[in-house]
């Protein structure tokens, strides 16, 4: 259970593809001008992660060293494949919005990068869990940085809900201030690096706080054991 605990933790935040490794930059900077194209790709993004992680996991004995990336690949363009025509049939709007970008999951480098660091390495269950994660975490910041784009940028959050989930969440759009025009800086691929650069910047401040006090509560262990040791001594003598 902890190595599961440990595989989460990287995944959403100790190794995050986007903050940490800073792969897969390309779709994260180009399509992340709304919440839910965001959110779009990174479920796209996630399926082929967890399909990919098992199916390379299963059969990881069997593939050659030699031949294994190009095997990879085309594995994960099976899966790719998939997605896309499921978009097509069922988001097909959408599909258009995030255009090339689907197709380029194959070459991900966060896809890649697991396959061969972890599904390559370990068996099904701790690699669909690994899958889960990063695809999780890899989600997760596309859509926090769609949201905080598509806020500064248009001040609606939930714009164009009904191109993935159908006519009636039309109704999700929250307009949080009116504007006569959009600010293209926000929404332009500009303010993706700088909305990910502050992304980056605080996570690695939250990090610093969580090791400045994990630093603090051993020396107060420390010292709180050196007190109880001369306490003890003065006791006994």
Known sequence: ??????????????????????????????????????LGLGIATLLVLIGSNVSISLVRNFIPREIRIPIFVMMIASFVTIIQLL??????????????????IVTNCVIIG??????????????????????????????????????????????????????WAKELTITLFDTEHDFLFAILPPGAFVGLGLMIAAKNWLDSLQKKRLFNQQVNQQTATKVSKTNLQVENS
């Open 87 to 104: 978009m097509n049939a069922f988001t097909y709007e959408l599909f258009l919005i995030l255009g090339i970008f689907i197709p380029l």
């Open 114 to 167: 697991r396959a061969e660091a972890f599904a390559s390495r370990n068996n099904v269950l701790p690699s669909f869990v690994d899958g889960l994660m990063q695809g999780l975490g890899f989600m997760l910041v596309l859509i926090i940085l769609g949201g905080f784009r598509e806020i500064l940028g248009q001040g609606t959050l939930f714009s164009g809900a009904e191109l993935l989930l159908g006519d």
């Open 1 to 38: 259970m902890s190595d599961y605990k440990q595989i989460s933790q990287d995944g959403l935040w100790n190794n995050n593809p986007a903050l940490v490794q800073v792969l897969g930059l390309c779709p994260l900077l180009a399509v992340t001008n709304t919440f839910i194209n965001g």
